[in-house]
Nanobody
């Protein structure tokens, strides 16, 4: 059974940085791509960033473009989200999503709070 576990969330001041990690365990099928989503209180879950397992560009939501960077370590089956110049409106629970050849999986989420 595949499990996605996020880490790296926390409280940060506006303008600060955080790096989220998403580690996949129990992987027995091919990974097609990974994504990060987020959900703020009272709002729907929204797409943040996408990275293909193979060749191809990463993509970002307009709201985070130029500030967030998604990357991966294929050997570790881990995806990262480097978040810079954080704003209060980035406050949300951040979820990792993985599309595998046999199924799709979500992580449990990690809280990011941007506040002074």
């Amino acid at each position: 059974q595949v499990q996605l576990v996020e880490s790296g969330g926390g409280l940060v001041q506006p303008g600060g940085s955080l790096r989220l990690s998403c580690s996949a365990s129990g992987v027995t099928s091919s990974i097609y791509y990974m994504k990060w989503y987020r959900q703020a209180p009272g709002k729907e879950r929204e797409f943040v960033a996408y990275i293909p397992r193979g060749v191809g560009p990463s993509t970002y939501a307009d709201s985070v473009k130029g500030r967030f960077t998604i990357s991966q370590d294929k050997a570790k089956n881990t995806v990262y989200l480097q978040m810079n110049s954080l704003k209060p409106e980035d406050t949300a629970v951040y979820y990792c999503y993985g599309r595998f050849s046999q199924n799709e999986y979500w992580g449990q989420g990690t809280q990011v709070t941007v506040s002074s």
